[in-house]
């Protein structure tokens, strides 16, 4: 489930860039592409949730390091590119 929520995630925040890009309204493309990466954390939490419920430990320690470094790159990337264009906006306003 997490891998969909990423992909939507992803799709979203392309779309936000583009629709901001050709000068249409991309603040639901944004919300889309952030909220979508908030529900890929969750759906990841609730994985490793289950396996720490069913004791799978090997899961765990194989998964757990590496996909914590990527998830936290890629939330600060699906936050900086889903407020890109609200930046370019305060500075095109100055």
Known sequence: M???????????TVLNLYLYK?????KV???MGLSFTALTL???HS????????????ALLDVVPTMTTV????????ILLNTI???LELKKHD
């Open 71 to 78: 998830l936290w790159v890629l939330t600060i990337i699906s």
């Open 2 to 12: 997490f891998l969909v929520l990423g992909i939507i995630a992803i799709v979203a």
């Open 85 to 87: 264009p609200i930046l």
């Open 29 to 31: 493309a944004m919300s």
């Open 47 to 58: 994985i490793i949730s289950d396996w720490v419920k069913v004791k799978d430990w090997a």
């Open 22 to 26: 050709v000068g249409k309204d991309y």
């Open 42 to 44: 969750v759906a990841e």
